[in-house]
């Protein structure tokens, strides 16, 4: 089984910057992408940034220049850093390991975290 452990959530202010984190274990074979999503109150989930093993990257719209997220391949890790942030960030932001396989002949299956609570307000 594989799990995604996130960390660095919390309360900032705008205009402020927050890191977060997020560890996949377990017995993973290959993943091909890791990435972050977020929900707020009342909204569907949406995909804020993801990237591939190969290092691709993908922002939505939204947070272009102002998120960056990178991706440490031995460790199984990705991170996200948020800058400028604004209240319209504020929302739980959920990790993804997609299309991971937990061996050669596995079939692939995307996993998600429990989510961490974003919060940007004065």
């Known amino acids: 089984q594989v799990q995604l452990v996130e960390s660095g959530g919390g309360l900032v202010q705008p205009g402020g910057s927050l890191r977060l984190s997020c560890a996949a274990s377990?017995?993973?074979?290959?993943?091909?992408?890791m990435g972050w999503y977020r929900q707020a109150p009342g909204t569907q989930r949406e995909l804020v940034a993801a990237?591939?093993?190969?290092?691709?990257?993908n922002y939505a719209d939204s947070v272009k220049g102002r998120f960056t997220i990178s991706r440490d391949n031995a460790k199984n890790t990705v991170y996200l850093q948020m800058n400028s942030l604004k209240s319209e960030d504020t929302a739980v932001y959920y990790c993804?390991?997609?299309?991971?396989?937990?061996?050669?002949?596995?079939?692939?299956?995307?996993?998600w975290g429990q989510g961490t609570q974003v919060t940007v307000s004065s």
């Open positions: 993804n390991a997609d299309r991971v396989r937990v061996g050669a002949l596995r079939s692939p299956k995307d996993y």
């Open positions: 990237i591939t093993s190969g290092g691709s990257t």
């Open positions: 377990g017995s993973i074979f290959s993943m091909y992408a």
